[in-house]
């Protein structure tokens, strides 16, 4: 695995590198990893590709069984295939599935496009505002349980839970999972978990997929993706898992007409991604987990800067509120480090750092981090 070879991205057409023309900018933001995928993965696309036709496919039930096969190893969780139900990507997922709903909630600091679910279905909305906890040397966020119940003594019939948690890198922990799917039960909302971080777990935790405490009578549904695990973003293609047959038929009905038909090399990616991708995967794992020590080294000792504890994903959680900038992240791109706005999931004064990248590059973006914050003075 060559985590350490510098990829030149730019001239091909990616989001993350044609943002900043000034090259001087060291592109840190969209959730897009500098990495190339598994060998296999490459080789599996590039052997599709040589068949000169590319009509209509169908995802076949070996297809199926290896995605249900991957969730049984990585995530212990037994999957019917019959419960799969293909989709575009995770966000439109969500989207279809969140039809019908008439007010949606959702935790804030939030993925931007759950929170933007509201407006795309014209419904009502409801953010509930997560609150860090620290305790044993671990900043994560605590689900707010009774501030749910209240959403939902107010009219909430829908809930999206992004798990783990994206920007904050949480992983929610069994009890407030099973009080989640408690609340559903007693106030009949309907819970959309996105679960596109559950493979990226930081080495010793385990994810929690919501798949575990529900059942064919809850109303609930699970996404799931290779897109991130595997950095297949650019070939999308998601699953719902939905073990209720009712709602799994409305999803279905909302679908057809609306979604196109599926990409083949896409299919064929996440087919080999979930076959041969696992030793690519763990390794994978490592190198983040000693890309954030390294974070944590340098900007966890830096006392105007509190960040969150990833137990899972690539994204470093950064409140800068005791710097006092208006706008930090236009003060750290003028410095050659290109972030994420905390204000686009809710939370002014927060930047979100993307560490999926080579140890060197991200040496390099911490450096002048470290010297923004020492020199800048407002
Ligand atoms: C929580 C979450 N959901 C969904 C997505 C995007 O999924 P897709 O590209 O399959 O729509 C992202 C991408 O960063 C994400 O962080």
Known sequence: MHWDSLIERRGSDSLKWQRYQDESVLPMWVADMDFAIPDPVVDAIAKRAAHPVYGYGVISNETKGVICDWLARRWQVSVAQSHLVSVPAVVPGFNY??????????????????AQVAANLK????????????????????????????????????????????????????????????LSRRYGFEIISDEIHGDLIMPGNQHRSL???????????????????????????????????????????????????????????????????????????????????????????????????????????????????????????????????????GSRGFVRLNFACPKSRLQIALSRMQKAITEYQG
């Open 123 to 182: 419904i009502e909305s409801v953010a509930i505002a997560l609150e860090a906890h620290e305790e044993a040397g671990k900043r994560v966020f605590p689900m707010p349980l009774a501030q749910l119940e209240t959403a939902a003594q107010q009219g909430m019939d829908g809930f999206i839970l992004c798990n783990p948690h994206n920007p904050g890198g949480t992983i929610w922990t069994e009890e407030e999972l099973k009080q989640l799917v408690a």
């Open 211 to 345: 798949l575990n405490y529900i059942g064919p009578d809850d109303k609930a549904a699970v996404l799931v993706s290779s897109g991130k695990s595997f950095n297949l973003a650019g070939l999308p293609q998601a699953f719902a898992i939905v073990p209720n047959s009712e709602q799994r038929l409305a999803l279905k009905q909302r679908l057809s007409g609306f979604a196109p038909a599926h990409n083949v090399l896409a299919i064929t990616a996440m087919e080999a991604a979930y076959r041969h991708g696992e030793p690519w995967l763990d390794s994978l794992r490592e190198y983040l987990w000693n890309n954030w020590l390294e974070i944590d080294g340098k900007l966890g000792a830096m006392p105007q800067l509190t960040l969150m504890t990833p137990q899972a994903t690539y994204l470093a959680w950064i409140d800068c509120r005791a710097l006092g900038w208006a706008d930090p992240v236009k003060v750290f791109e003028s410095y050659g480090v290109g972030l994420s706005c905390g204000a686009d999931f």
């Open 97 to 114: 599935l969140a039809q019908g709903f008439s007010k949606v909630g959702y935790f804030t600091p939030s993925y931007p496009p759950i």
